[in-house]
């Protein structure tokens, strides 16, 4: 494991972030309290920061690769926030 690519991630619905929350649908159980914006942070979320909510999750996925398929998709994997990549799905 890489011990510098980080694995804990918390996405924060709020009134602030790049983000543009347009829809909040919920399929089952109780739904997500509306907010305007997300944010991505590496880590926790900052304490005491005014959020309407927030998801935290880890890394897992690469459990499920070999080392070669996990280098092949590093070499084309393209970063988050880049300008083209404009719109996104949540699923917690």
């Known amino acids: 494991m890489d011990l510098a690519t980080p694995r804990l991630f918390a996405f924060i619905g709020g009134n602030a972030g790049p ?3 347009t ?3 919920t399929v089952r159980g109780d739904g997500l309290p509306s907010a305007a914006r997300l944010d991505v942070v590496t880590g926790a979320p900052p304490p005491g920061a005014a959020t309407a909510w927030a998801l935290r999750g880890v890394v897992s996925n690469e459990r499920y690769v070999t080392r070669a398929e996990k280098a092949a998709l ?4 393209e970063a988050i926030g ?8 949540l699923i917690p």
């Open 74 to 77: 590093v070499g084309t994997q």
């Open 23 to 25: 829809r909040n649908t």
């Open 19 to 21: 983000w543009m929350i």
């Open 82 to 89: 880049r300008p083209h990549a404009a719109r996104a799905a």
